[in-house]
């Protein structure tokens, strides 16, 4: 998991591990794998047609929203 967090090449892959982690992960290990990522400066544009947002934004969308552009992310207990 750790590898595909820190991927260089694509901040999709990035993306992909953190969208997976907030549905598999269990909630009180979250903000262990999270938190290093809060203020990632790195670009990723994730809708398309909107402007780009950084890896630290999105990691704290994940985090604040129970919404996933029409998805219902799982609640924390």
Do not use: N
């Not at 969208?19 to 979250?30: E, M, Q």
């Not at 938190?35 to 790195?42: A, K, R, V």
């Not at 934004?57 to 924390?76: M, S």
């Amino acid at each position: 998991m750790t590898l595909m967090l820190d991927h260089v090449d694509s901040p999709y892959i990035r993306c992909i591990g953190f969208l997976y982690l907030r549905y598999a992960a269990d909630p009180s290990t979250l903000w262990t794998w999270f938190e290093p990522y809060l203020y990632d400066e790195e670009p990723v544009q994730v809708q398309q047609g909107k402007s780009d947002t950084t890896i630290g934004d999105y990691v704290r969308f994940l985090l604040a929203d129970l919404e996933y552009y029409g998805t219902r992310l799982p609640r924390f207990p």
